[in-house]
T-cell receptor, first 114, second 112 residues
Framework: DTEVTQTPKHLVMGMTNKKSLKCEQH?????MYWYKQKAKKPPELMFV???????INESVPSRFSPECPNSSLLNLHLHALQPEDSALYLC?????????????FGQGTRLTVV | AQSVTQLDSQVPVFEEAPVELRCNYS??????LFWYVQYPNQGLQLLLK??????LVKGINGFEAEFNKSQTSFHLRKPSVHISDTAEYFC??????????FGTGTRLQVFP
């Protein structure tokens, strides 16, 4: 199994809603990542979890709250988002943290905030 | 600051023609280099990577890239493209940090 699975594929939410994005991998990877990608732009790193601990937070607003319940799962909790938060949210995993390892990406969640 | 430059935002090419997508990075210290492809409404898929060793790297789907340390470049090439190669291509560099820095992407459009 070499897949990173993200759910849902599409999400529309209001600015007062609370929702969660989910990411799962069964490759035994110990590092997991959240990226945000706006249209026609490269992915921007949001968070890195290494061995289930948050190791990098790229100064992301607190309305985005990551959670790593176990080594296979990574969630992104969303609350009080703004329309400019609409984007493709990508989850990725790699065998370990470190930039010499390949990152495997999920297909993303297309988020629209109305 | 560390950066990755993909000079060509779009590259149009006819089917079966060769193509080169350019990537330059800002530092000559040890780096790790990657090319990813993104099809519409999809995540990113690794095409190839350079960590060390031979400067010519072969990847999936017939792509290859050459690491040139003196020119700080890692250009992607394919001798004959197919319609299905139409996608966004991202060069990415790891600079001995824990972050992967992506270029702005090159849209490869293959015409019949």
């Amino acid at each position: 199994d070499t897949e990173v699975t993200q759910t849902p594929k599409h999400l529309v939410m209001g600015m007062t809603n609370k929702k969660s994005l989910k990411c799962e991998q069964h490759m035994g990877h110990r590092a997991m990542y959240w990226y945000k990608q706006k249209a026609k732009k490269p992915p921007e790193l949001m968070f890195v979890y290494s061995y289930e601990k948050l190791s990098i937070n790229e100064s992301v607003p607190s309305r985005f709250s990551p959670e790593c319940p176990n080594s296979s799962l990574l969630n992104l909790h969303l609350h009080a988002l703004q329309p400019e938060d609409s984007a493709l949210y990508l989850c990725a995993s790699s065998p370990r943290e470190g930039m010499d390892t390949e990152a495997f990406f999920g297909q993303g969640t297309r988020l629209t905030v109305v | 600051a560390q950066s990755v430059t993909q000079l060509d935002s779009q590259v149009p090419v006819f089917e079966e023609a060769p193509v080169e997508l350019r990537c330059n990075y800002s530092s000559s210290v040890s780096v790790y280099l990657f090319w990813y492809v993104q099809y519409p409404n999809q995540g990113l898929q690794l095409l190839l990577k350079y960590l060390s060793g031979s400067t010519l790297v072969k990847g999936i789907n017939g792509f290859e890239a050459e690491f040139n340390k003196s020119q700080t470049s890692f250009h992607l090439r394919k001798p004959s493209v197919h319609i299905s190669d139409t996608a966004e291509y991202f060069c990415a560099v790891g600079y001995n940090t824990d972050k992967l820095i992506f270029g702005t992407g090159t849209r490869l459009q293959v015409f019949p």
